[in-house]
């Protein structure tokens, strides 16, 4: 029989366990594997998450199938990547125990390298994951990148992750992955997550993130060129902007020409620009010099 809405039956601490014995299952921090155990924590999550009967979930590294049982009666379908062979093999089972399998598609592949090719037909409307911390933001990037029909995510990540994620310019965590991350979407913190929700238990807290998609800023250049001032902007954070983007531009002179024809202090430093600033920047790398006539 169908379980329908909350009152599907999730996995708690000894379900997970159990599973995990028969699986022989020894969670490794090379995949960044710890499994929540709670079942308010994912009923928390889905609700943040605002899924519509509509949408389509793309959820990144399901594991035991925790989140992934809470999602399939809010989404239309979910599509689970999962890198680890046997836990992508097992998933199907447990939730075709509970009567949801029409509604579950299982790729077995790296997060980092799926394309909309991989989901079996599936065009993901919002991401929902608790994501490795160890890939958490290359994760979030690549699938902004990768699947454009991505309309919006809740994630759980490391509680620095989410911070320096959701931060903005003046920001004292305010980085690569803060900037990047608002090429694509309007991001901010959705609430913190203690770390005795997880098995095993994690020595870090976690926080959830939640991304709305957003056009990119009006630019003329590539978002890989607004990307490589981002990455050197930051490379020497302390530096200001003058020195620090000297050989993106060919030279200190070159850089301060660029940084004020983009209307940018050249004395500024990364962590005062917002992403509009970065792509002005962009629009402004000095041609490279004719090499002379030999």
Do not use: C
């Not at 997970?16 to 969670?27: E, V």
């Not at 079942?39 to 925790?66: M, W």
């Not at 959830?208 to 060129?225: G, N």
């Not at 050197?232 to 301060?256: D, N, V």
């Amino acid at each position: 029989m169908r379980e329908t809405g909350w009152m599907m039956r999730l996995l708690g601490p000894t379900e997970i366990r159990i599973l995990a014995d028969k699986l022989d299952l020894r969670p490794t921090k090379r995949l960044g594997q710890n499994f929540v155990i709670d079942g308010g924590t994912v009923r928390r999550i889905v609700r943040a998450a605002d899924l519509s009967p509509e949408d389509v979930v793309i959820e990144v590294g399901p594991g035991l199938g925790s989140l992934t049982l809470a999602l399939l009666p809010t989404a239309r379908h979910v599509v689970a990547v999962e890198i680890d062979p046997v836990l992508a093999t097992q998933l199907p089972l447990t939730v075709g125990e509970r009567g949801l399998g029409d509604k579950l598609t299982v790729v077995a592949a790296d997060a980092m390298r799926v394309s909309l090719a991989d989901l079996g037909g599936h065009t993901p409307t919002a991401l929902v994951a608790n994501l490795p911390y160890n890939v958490a933001v290359p994760v979030v990037l690549h699938l902004l990148e990768a699947l454009p029909s991505l309309e919006k995510g809740l994630v759980m990540v490391q509680s620095e992750v989410a911070d320096r994620l959701a931060a903005g310019p003046g920001s004292k965590v305010y980085g690569v992955p803060s900037v990047k991350a608002a090429w694509y979407a309007d991001v901010r913190r959705a609430g913190p997550v203690g770390r005795t929700v997880f098995w095993p238990v994690p020595n870090v807290d976690s926080g959830l993130v939640s991304l709305v998609r957003r056009d990119p800023p009006e630019t003329k250049a590539t978002r890989e060129e607004v990307f490589a001032v981002i990455d050197a902007a930051f490379a020497q954070r302390r530096k200001t902007l003058r020195a620090a983007l000297s050989s993106w531009a060919g030279g200190p002179p070159a850089a301060e020409e660029a940084l004020r024809g983009a209307g940018v202090d050249p004395s500024a430093r990364g962590e005062q620009l917002d992403i509009h600033a970065f792509a002005r920047i962009a629009e402004q790398k000095p041609e490279p010099a004719a090499s002379p006539d030999r």
